[in-house]
């Protein structure tokens, strides 16, 4: 998103914006997800609270992950 905001001269919101509404116009959340996000449903997933939870495929992307590192 970076190179695509730097080509264009926009910020790197209006380039995630412009790119969502070109190639996910469906997604939900209309943004894409933060590192935060993952990480609260990563702890959630791990408490207590989730202990009835087996075999689930839990996605946390908003419709849309940035990228995974």
Do not use: Y
């Not at 469906?26 to 609270?49: G, H, P, W, Y």
């Amino acid at each position: 998103m970076d190179d695509q905001a730097e080509a264009n001269r926009i910020t790197q919101e209006e380039a995630e914006q412009r790119f969502l509404q070109a190639l996910r116009s469906a997604t939900l959340l209309k943004r894409f997800s933060t590192t935060e996000a993952v990480a609260n449903m990563i702890v959630d997933a791990c408490s207590q609270q989730a202990s009835s939870t087996s075999g689930a495929a839990l996605w946390v992307d908003g419709g849309i992950v940035r990228c995974v590192d």
